[in-house]
């Protein structure tokens, strides 16, 4: 027990925990976070990474979350236009399943309630013609093209975390809250580090309870309470397979069911297929794709690629839990996907505030109300500001990756175009942190394969709180795709060697 007191301790390093953090902090609250994994290793490495307004959510009137999500587009993409990017999606029209003029009208809210100033809008595509029908079955003829964005999710929450340490945050990982009690007017934490065993005491002021699907478990084992029923946890897979079609255009496939799903080009050479919707009452620890679910989402983008998508194009899949706020909505598709922020305690009482539901595309925003909260038990220190403050890594324009890339190359000659787009991709202007002096591929050291360089690992483990090759191979970067296994684990044990537990 350290004897200093914070005023805030996050239990929870996905998305919103870093994004809470990184707010607190830079308003001048001392915070603490602990993530009882890696970082983003909950739902938020395993989401559609889109920063969407969520063009299916107005089927469900949920006006107030889309037109919050549609201005967050904008948003984000500027604070990070490395790993933030707009996409264009085509829509294809679908006879028998939803009317034409319901889309176009969908999509007319779409372009004007969400504050679109640089995002192109709305258009009709002749599928006969433009290349986007290309690579589907000739009976889709008409479709509609419009704007959302994407994100690569996991460094969101990494570089969240690094702005909220970089602005004095205490951020811990592999850290597990295994209790917390009210004592004395403050919270006595107790937090496990769960490579060491070490245990330690931390006490706050105030506690958040950002822990995603865990967060009726945090409440029910370490607050201690009766009878929580808060989230409904749905699960949603994804399958990664070899590129399908060229265009950097994403697909919007309707399905019979009345669910969708989406065909996004992924990390260059592949295509991300997903999502499913099904209720989950399994191990959160253990959460995997279902046989079910694969011949689902192969038999769905099947309806509409003229090549079927089979089994063994499969190269990765990766599944996660939404913890959907509990609404009582009986389809697990049609539950609320906005986030409801519950407040107990104050009046002599330390507060705990939780965080149910969400996306990752609200996040910012989501902070912003728990700042709120916060302030209400307090005192009101800074205002709001990181809506206009950049990510580590992302202070260049937003159009101007392209440019970024050019000025690491000229920096850096020995880069190829690839490797030079991947770092500015992954790490923007502080790529050239991660490069340093070096002169020459061979100065980044060892290649564990794929351009993955001690360099780079290094960095990682240095900035990014990486600890495993699992951290580093599919979090912070997504080199696990092209490693193999042999090389997977001569970076497992080069990293046991490297970043061993604290004693
Ligand atoms: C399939 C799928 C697709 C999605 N697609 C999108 C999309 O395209 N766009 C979008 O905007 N949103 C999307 N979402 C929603 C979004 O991913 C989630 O809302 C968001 O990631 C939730 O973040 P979180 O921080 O609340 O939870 P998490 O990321 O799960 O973080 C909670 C963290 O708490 C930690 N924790 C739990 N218990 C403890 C403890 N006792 N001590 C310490 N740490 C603890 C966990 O290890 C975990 O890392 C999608 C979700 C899913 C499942």
Redesign the pocket.
């Known amino acids: 027990m350290s004897g200093v007191i914070h005023d805030i301790f996050v239990?929870?390093?996905?998305?919103?925990?870093?994004g809470i953090a990184r707010d607190a902090v830079g308003r001048g609250y001392s915070v603490y976070l602990?993530?009882?994994?890696d970082?983003?290793?909950?739902?938020?490495?395993?989401?559609?990474?889109?920063?969407?307004g969520g063009l299916r959510y107005l089927e469900f009137y949920e006006f107030r979350l889309v037109r919050e999500?549609l201005m967050e587009r904008e948003v984000l993409w500027q604070m990070a236009p490395h790993i933030i990017w707009p996409m264009r999606f085509v829509l294809p029209y679908a006879k028998g399943i939803r009317p034409a003029w319901m889309i176009r009208l969908g999509l007319f809210l779409y372009d004007h309630i969400g504050g679109r100033k640089l995002l192109p809008a709305t258009r009709t595509l002749d599928m006969r013609t433009d290349a986007a029908g290309k690579p589907l079955k000739p009976l889709f003829t008409k479709a509609f093209e419009y704007s959302d964005g994407w994100?690569n999710?996991a460094r969101l929450?990494v570089l969240n975390a690094r702005d909220a340490a970089d602005r004095g945050a205490t951020i811990r990982t592999r850290?597990?809250?295994?209790s917390a009690r009210r004592d004395g007017g403050l919270w006595r934490i107790t937090v496990e580090d769960t490579r060491s065993g070490a245990i330690e005491e931390v006490h706050a002021k105030l506690l958040v309870n950002?822990?995603?699907?865990?967060v009726d478990?945090?409440l029910a084992?370490?607050v201690g309470q009766n009878d929580v029923h808060n989230v409904r946890l749905?699960?949603?897979?994804?399958i990664v397979v070899r590129k399908k079609f060229s265009d950097p255009r994403a697909y919007f496939f309707q399905n019979r069911d009345g669910r969708i799903i989406f065909s996004i080009p992924y990390e260059e050479d592949f295509t991300l297929i997903?999502?499913?919707d099904q209720d989950y009452q399994g191990d959160l620890a253990k959460v995997a794709i279902t046989d079910k679910e694969i011949d689902y989402l192969c038999a769905a983008a099947s309806e509409y690629f003229a090549e079927p998508v089979r089994r063994d194009d499969i190269v990765w899949t990766y599944?996660?839990?939404?913890?959907l706020y509990d609404d009582g909505a009986s389809k697990a598709q049609e539950a609320t996907?906005d986030y409801v922020l519950k407040a107990e305690g104050g009046h002599g009482e330390p507060p705990l505030i939780n965080?149910f539901?969400?996306?990752?595309?609200?996040?910012r925003r989501l902070a912003e109300s728990m700042l709120e909260k916060v302030e209400h038990f307090l005192g009101k220190k800074g205002k709001p500001w990181t809506a206009a403050a950049p990510l580590p890594g992302g202070d260049f324009p937003a159009t101007g990756f392209d440019a970024q890339v050019s000025a690491l190359r000229r920096d850096y000659p020995f880069l190829d175009a690839r490797l030079a787009r991947r770092l500015t991709r992954l790490y923007g202007t502080r790529a050239s942190a991660l490069l340093g002096d070096a002169l020459s591929i061979a100065d980044l050291g060892q290649n564990f394969g794929a351009d993955l360089t001690e360099a780079e690992v290094r960095y990682l483990i240095a900035n990014e709180w990486a600890v495993t090759a699992e951290d580093v191979l599919w979090r912070r970067t997504k080199r696990g795709l092209h490693l193999d296994a042999a090389q997977k684990a001569a970076l497992e044990a080069w990293m046991r060697a490297e970043v061993p537990a604290a004693a």
């Open positions: 239990i929870g390093g996905g998305i919103n925990g870093c602990a993530e009882m994994n970082l983003a290793s909950g739902t938020s490495s395993g989401s559609t990474k889109l920063i969407h999500a994100v999710d929450v850290a597990k809250v295994t950002a822990a995603g699907p865990w478990k945090v084992g370490s749905v699960q949603g897979s994804h997903g999502t499913t599944s996660a839990v939404r913890p996907r965080a539901g969400g996306k990752i595309t609200t996040y």
